[in-house]
């Protein structure tokens, strides 16, 4: 991405996936704008890549995971010019579904799916008027199917799939680009949280990033990191979803 500087937000901009994005996007120079709920974790990417790479970070704490969050966080940022969006923030939460707690659920729904929406509309909107602009929501190779023992996770990220791709649809002939970032497991702090198994299949945020950004802008909609990944969707949705649930079981 050699090119002039741009102003870059991520969400879930902390660790993981997000994090690597930010290191990605210093490494050539654009200036960042990284949310995410930990005060902490946030300044710690922001010194150690300003130290690193000179360019110019602004950190936003904000709990996306709330009612209207969306909304007030674009208020905050509306008279910056966003060049792109990545829209990475959201958690899962792996065990029987009777089981798990409705409030987090409840909480995954407004984070993955409600509050990735509305701040993709938002920005959207402004990108759409300037026909300029790049946005990626991060969803995941979940999202092709059920997931039992995961069932909330990957419904939710069905719903980033589906609605990426129809709305990629709907702008096609404008110059704005949108992206459905669909990994498989990706070595982050994602799985410990989760009470999840790391597959032996899994890959790096690096390798996750960097494929990302060989097709920014293109008019690739869906990206999916890894020979492996996306040859496993040649395989029935009944024996994805044996899988997925043998696995899933290894982490009760």
């Not at 792109?84 to 899962?92: D, H, K, P, S, V």
């Not at 959207?124 to 999202?143: A, H, P, Q, W, Y």
């Amino acid at each position: 991405m050699k090119q002039k500087r741009k102003t870059i937000l991520i969400t879930g901009g902390s660790e993981g996936i997000g994090a690597q994005f930010a290191e990605a996007f210093s490494k050539e120079g654009h200036n960042l704008i990284l949310v995410a709920r930990n005060y902490i974790k946030l300044n710690e990417v922001k010194v150690r890549l300003e130290n690193q790479y000179h360019n110019r970070i602004r950190i936003i704490s904000f709990d996306l995971s709330k009612e209207g969050s969306a909304q007030k966080l674009y208020d905050e940022i509306n008279e910056i010019k966003i060049d792109i969006l990545i829209n990475n923030a959201g958690f899962g939460m792996v065990g029987e579904s009777w089981k798990q707690s409705i409030e987090k659920d409840e909480r995954m729904v407004q984070l993955n799916i409600s509050s990735m929406m509305s701040l993709m509309k938002l920005i959207l909107k402004d990108m759409i008027e300037r026909d300029e602009g790049i946005i990626v929501n991060v969803g995941s190779l979940g999202g092709f199917q059920p997931g039992p023992y995961i069932a909330t996770y990957y419904a939710t990220k069905s719903f980033v799939l589906q609605y990426t791709k129809a709305v990629a649809k709907e702008i096609k002939h404008t110059s704005v680009r949108i992206h459905c970032l669909a990994p498989g497991p990706v070595r982050t702090s994602f799985h410990t949280k989760a009470n999840d198994y790391i597959s032996r299949f899994s890959i790096s945020t690096e390798r996750c990033v960097k494929y990302t950004l060989d097709y920014l802008g293109t008019r690739k909609v869906v990206l999916i990191p890894g020979f492996i990944m996306r040859l496993s969707l040649f395989l029935p949705e009944g024996i994805r979803m044996y899988f997925i649930e043998k696995q899933k079981k290894k982490a009760l």
